[in-house]
């Protein structure tokens, strides 16, 4: 299994609503981001896990937070956010988060804030 | 941290000619440089990768090149097919650390190239 899933594929939400959206990998690896990407751009790191923990927060507001309940899961909790906010949401996983390790992207959230 | 400068923006080619698109980095710690394709709607796709220990390497039409003294890096696509239109994505690996002062490594992107093949 080489995929990384993600649900749900479209999400849209008013700026008072609580939302997550969910990451999954089954390759044992043991480094999980989320980027957002806006049209036509590349992808923007947000956050890195590594062995469960958080290692990196790219100075994301506190409306979008991360959580890692186990090796295999990887979620993003979503409050109060802004029209602005509306990206396509990307979940990667890698082996490990050393030098040289290829990371493997899920699918994607499409995000819309209403 | 990495900065990472992707030419050019955007390139149209006949189908069956060749595609270049180049890349430099500034970090010369860097030591890690994936190739991603991004089709319209769909996630980046890993197509070639090279590491710093290595000058050149290909898989069927396309190549990469590294120059680490020049700190660039290119993609070659020969033979172009409309498929192969999408928008393309160079990074680079480079350190950075975590909170409990562990190094890590971590992508930098490049601002893309939307490669259009004419039929």
């Known amino acids: 299994d080489t995929e990384v899933t993600q649900t749900p594929k479209h999400l849209v939400m008013g700026m008072t609503n609580k939302k997550s959206l969910k990451c999954e990998q089954h390759?044992?690896?043991?480094?999980m981001y989320w980027y957002k990407q806006k049209a036509k751009k590349p992808p923007e790191l947000m956050f890195v896990?590594?062995?469960?923990?958080?290692?990196i927060n790219e100075s994301v507001p506190s409306r979008f937070s991360p959580e890692c309940p186990n090796s295999s899961l990887l979620n993003l909790h979503l409050h109060a956010l802004q029209p602005e906010d509306s990206a396509l949401y990307l979940c990667?996983?890698?082996?490990?988060?050393?030098?040289?390790?290829?990371?493997?992207f899920g699918q994607g959230t499409r995000l819309t804030v209403v | 941290g990495e900065n990472v400068e992707q030419h050019p923006s955007t390139l149209s080619v006949q189908e069956g000619d060749s595609a270049v698109i180049k890349c430099t980095y500034s970090?010369?710690?860097?030591?890690?440089f994936p190739w991603y394709k991004q089709e319209l709607g769909k996630r980046p796709q890993l197509i070639i990768d090279?590491?710093?220990?290595?000058g050149e390497k290909k898989d069927q039409r396309i190549a990469v090149t590294l120059n680490k003294t020049a700190k660039h890096f290119s993609l070659h696509i020969t033979e172009t097919q409309p498929e192969d239109s999408a928008v393309y994505f160079c990074?680079?690996?480079?350190?950075?650390?975590?909170?409990?002062?562990?190094?890590?490594?971590?992508?930098?992107f490049g601002r893309g190239t939307q490669l259009t093949v004419w039929p």
């Open positions: 990667a996983s890698s082996q490990d988060t050393l030098w040289g390790s290829e990371a493997f």
């Open positions: 390759m044992g690896h043991r480094a």
């Open positions: 896990y590594s062995y469960e923990k958080l290692s």
């Open positions: 970090d010369s710690a860097s030591n890690y």
């Open positions: 090279i590491r710093s220990n290595v």
């Open positions: 990074a680079a690996s480079s350190s950075a650390m975590d909170p409990r002062g562990s190094t890590l490594g971590r992508l930098y």
